[in-house]
Antibody, heavy 124, light 107 residues
Framework: EVQLVESGGGLVQPGGSLRLSCAASGFTFSDHYMDWLRQAPGKGLEWVGRSRNKAYTYTTEYAASVKDRFTISRDDSKNSVYLQMNSLKIEDTAIYYC???????????????WGQGTLVTVSS | DIEMTQSPSLLSASVGDSVTITCRASRDISNGLVWFQQKPGKAPRSLIYAAFSLQSGVPSKFSGSGSGRDFTLTISSLQPEDFATYYCQQYKSYPLTFGQGTKVEIK
């Protein structure tokens, strides 16, 4: 059974930093792209970024709203993906989900499987 | 960025009804579209990928169609567990983008 478990959320002041972790099990982690997505309270879904797999040299993509502030990394030996968030803003307040990417027919979509999410609150 | 526009934003329906949600992309995305269902307090769940392929384990009452810019999700014979919010996402190009969501509520 595929499992994704996020951790590391909490309350942080504007301008602060936080590192989220996502531990994966039940699939060959190293084969898969991994995404981070978020959902602000009462709002819709937003894709945050992606880590490709080793075959694509772990390259990353980011939404414009987080580029240059957030960094995605992974450790295949620990079946884990991370989201380092710096220079946090009030508008970064959201539930953050990690999701397993699924590649088919030349494209890779988010969320073949999702974690339960971890809440990040940015407030003074 | 590719903008995804869903309609309607709110859909009121009764148990047993069939409903259709539409998603329009601001430019051609071929079949690079996935549909998600989200229930309150839960993580989203993928239903349909590549515009019309049913995710494993998802009942066949859910069906998707379309290509290019226009897509639909149809849910037949609505049951109480189907009342939820539905999102489309394009994965043709970065950044991946979502529609704003369609809430299906009980009439």
């Amino acid at each position: 059974e595929v499992q994704l478990v996020e951790s590391g959320g909490g309350l942080v002041q504007p301008g602060g930093s936080l590192r989220l972790s996502c531990a994966a099990s039940g699939f060959t982690f190293s084969d898969h792209y991994m995404d981070w997505l978020r959902q602000a309270p009462g709002k819709g879904l937003e894709w945050v970024g992606r880590s490709r797999n080793k075959a694509y040299t772990y390259t990353t993509e980011y939404a414009a709203s987080v580029k240059d502030r957030f960094t995605i990394s992974r450790d295949d030996s620990k079946n884990s993906v991370y989201l380092q968030m710096n220079s946090l803003k009030i508008e970064d307040t959201a539930i953050y989900y990690c999701a397993r990417g699924q590649c088919i027919g030349g494209g890779c979509y988010s969320g073949a499987s999702w974690g339960q999410g971890t809440l990040v609150t940015v407030s003074s | 960025d590719i903008e995804m526009t869903q309609s309607p934003s709110l859909l009121s329906a009764s148990v047993g009804d069939s409903v259709t949600i539409t998603c329009r992309a601001s430019r051609d995305i071929s079949n690079g579209l996935v549909w998600f269902q989200q229930k309150p307090g839960k993580a989203p769940r993928s239903l349909i990928y590549a515009a019309f392929s049913l995710q494993s384990g998802v009942p066949s009452k859910f069906s998707g169609s379309g290509s290019g810019r226009d897509f639909t999700l149809t849910i037949s014979s609505l049951q109480p567990e189907d009342f939820a919010t539905y999102y489309c996402q394009q994965y043709k190009s970065y950044p991946l983008t979502f529609g704003q969501g369609t809430k299906v509520e009980i009439k």
